[in-house]
């Protein structure tokens, strides 16, 4: 069964790149069947959906984010990844990766890795 | 954009009762509605998708309901496990929560 991981920085600094990395075991990351996504959880506050990618390549993001996420997918590495720019404090959050069979459910997740933004 | 309303925000329930929960799309989202639970200090976990189908592994006791606007998750007797964090997600945009607790 499919297993998602997030690695990254637990330290940013703002006005730079949030970089996070998703690695996925048990099953390939080029397959049709999912999309991959990233979503956020502020510390004690509610989800948020980042954006998603397929395999192929084709990329969804929040529009409210849309300005500054990137999501790519290294097949060689059975990885995706997400990067945000100009951080502020306002991005400080639990990061999840997690797979999509249907686009939007979001099954499973990643652990959580939580990610601050702080001179 | 789609924003997505829960109501109410906090529930307070009695282990055996029956809990409901709701959730309203700002503009038709069909069918493509998820519920999600999460407890602290985890990752939530997928309970329905596509409003009414039960995620692998989850018990029957939670079922889903509704479409276009309009959605319920209803959990028939709540268990001591089943007190948690309930989020609906419509076409990627999340409610802000239901907190289902001990009455």
């Known amino acids: 069964q499919l297993q998602l991981q997030e690695s990254g920085p637990g330290l940013v600094k703002p006005s730079e790149t949030l970089s996070l990395t998703c690695t996925v075991s048990?099953?390939?990351?080029?397959?049709?069947?999912?999309?991959w996504g990233w979503i956020r959880q502020p510390p004690g506050k509610g989800l948020e959906w980042i954006g998603s990618i397929y395999y192929s390549g084709s990329t969804y993001y929040n529009p409210s984010l849309k300005s500054r996420v990137t999501i790519s997918v290294d097949t060689s590495k059975n990885q995706f990844s997400l990067k945000l720019s100009s951080v502020t404090a306002a991005d400080t959050a639990v990061y999840y990766c997690?797979?999509?069979?249907?686009?939007?459910?979001?099954?499973?997740w990643g652990q959580g890795t939580l990610v601050t933004v702080s001179s | 954009e789609i924003v997505m309303t829960q109501s109410p925000a906090t529930l307070s329930v009695s282990p055996g009762e029956r809990a409901t929960l709701s959730c309203r799309a700002s503009?038709?989202?069909?069918?493509?509605l998820a519920w999600y639970q999460q407890k602290p200090g985890q990752a939530p976990r997928l309970l329905i998708y596509g409003a009414s189908t039960r995620a692998t592994g989850i018990p029957a006791r939670f079922s889903g309901s509704g479409s276009g606007t309009e959605f319920t998750l209803t959990i028939s007797s709540l268990q001591s496990e089943d007190f948690a964090v309930y989020y609906c997600q419509g076409s990627g945009t999340f409610g802000q929560g239901t907190k289902v607790e001990i009455k």
């Open positions: 503009q038709s989202v069909s069918s493509n």
């Open positions: 048990g099953g390939s990351i080029s397959s049709s069947s999912y999309y």
């Open positions: 997690g797979s999509a069979a249907g686009m939007w459910w979001f099954d499973p």
